[in-house]
């Protein structure tokens, strides 16, 4: 976990550094981590298990601000309510309805919970559970593109630059 976020922490300071008046450059912002009571009622609100890595990133961090261009991690303190989560739901609820997510290969039963929304509501990261597709566990998706990572690592190592998204793209 601490080198998921200590790789971000370079990459958003890279950015700081070269655009200081971007509010999409800064730092991310930590949290104080969620407790076991908050993140099984997480759970519960997502309507999902939770994904292990997903799960250690809560026992550290309870949510990031500029997770990744001013988009924020959602947490366990940003649920049931909140502007971030009413946006990101608002996308979801977008995505489901056209069928974005049937067209890049879940099911129509796929469970899709949000944790992460641009400013503007057009791009996402979605939680997935889909019994048909258990590889499939996160989906980013927005302005046309999309990609499904298996491991909450494997989306930090893409928002840090580690690694490309075309390694996980669904072209």
């Given at each position: 976990?601490?080198?998921?976020?200590?790789?971000?922490?370079?990459?958003?300071?890279?950015?700081?550094?070269?655009?200081?008046?971007s509010?999409?450059?800064?730092?991310?912002?930590?949290?104080?981590?969620?407790d076991?009571?908050?993140?099984?009622?997480?759970?519960?609100?997502?309507?999902?298990?939770?994904?292990?890595?997903?799960?250690?990133?809560l026992?550290?961090?309870?949510?990031?601000?500029?997770?990744r261009s001013?988009?924020?991690?959602?947490?366990?303190?940003d649920w049931?309510?909140?502007?971030?989560?009413?946006r990101?739901?608002?996308?979801?609820?977008?995505?489901?309805?056209?069928?974005?997510?049937?067209?890049?290969?879940?099911?129509?039963?796929?469970?899709?919970?949000?944790?992460?929304?641009?400013a503007?509501?057009?791009?996402?990261?979605?939680?997935?559970?889909?019994?048909?597709?258990?590889?499939?566990?996160y989906f980013?998706?927005?302005?046309?593109?999309?990609?499904?990572f298996?491991?909450?690592s494997?989306v930090?190592?893409?928002?840090s630059?580690?690694?490309?998204?075309?390694?996980?793209?669904?072209?």
């Open positions: 976990m601490a080198e998921w976020i200590d790789r971000l922490v370079a990459a958003r300071n890279a950015d700081h550094r070269s655009d200081p008046e509010d999409l450059s800064a730092p991310p912002g930590l949290r104080p981590p969620a076991a009571a908050q993140i099984v009622e997480l759970e519960r609100w997502l309507r999902q298990p939770i994904e292990p890595g997903y799960r250690e990133f026992e550290f961090s309870d949510g990031m601000g500029n997770f001013g988009m924020p991690l959602l947490g366990w303190r049931p309510s909140g502007d971030t989560l009413s990101a739901l608002r996308f979801r609820d977008l995505v489901t309805s056209i069928d974005v997510h049937i067209d890049e290969g879940l099911t129509e039963d796929a469970v899709l919970a949000p944790l992460s929304v641009n503007d509501g057009t791009v996402g990261i979605f939680m997935v559970w889909d019994e048909e597709s258990p590889e499939k566990r980013w998706v927005g302005n046309g593109d999309a990609a499904f298996s491991t909450l494997e930090f190592d893409v928002a630059g580690a690694r490309s998204w075309s390694d996980f793209s669904t072209e």
